[in-house]
Nanobody, 122 residues
């Protein structure tokens, strides 16, 4: 079991940057693959980024490649999502998720945070 709490969301202008954080439960945190998903109103939850337990391997959704960077600090039991060159279409609730292996599908992750709102204005 792992508990996840996201933070860092807010309102930002297009072209700006924002860093999201996801704090984990601590014990065995480094054994979990961590991912970020997002969901805009009326749309399906979308894969954003994933990082392996060690932080060695990462992958990104096509819509955010080159703009977002996922990282983790296992000593702090925290995963981050650095978002640069934000666009209005990035507006969504962003969720942190944990699972046993890397995957791009929601069902691969058993544990989820409560979400944090990111709003990008024009």
């Amino acid at each position: 079991q792992v508990q996840l709490v996201e933070s860092g969301g807010g309102l930002v202008q297009a072209g700006g940057s924002l860093r999201l954080s996801c704090a984990g439960s601590g014990r065995t945190f480094s054994s979990y693959v961590m991912a970020w998903f997002r969901q805009a109103p009326g749309k399906e939850r979308e894969f954003v980024a994933v990082i392996s337990g060690s932080g060695t391997n990462t992958d990104y959704g096509d819509s955010v490649k080159g703009r977002f960077t996922i990282s983790r600090d296992n000593a702090k039991d925290t995963v981050y999502l650095q978002m640069n060159f934000l666009k209005p279409e990035d507006t969504a609730v962003y969720y942190c998720a944990a699972g046993p292996r890397m995957g791009l599908i929601r069902s691969a992750y058993a544990y989820w945070g409560q979400g944090t709102q990111v709003t990008v204005s024009s």
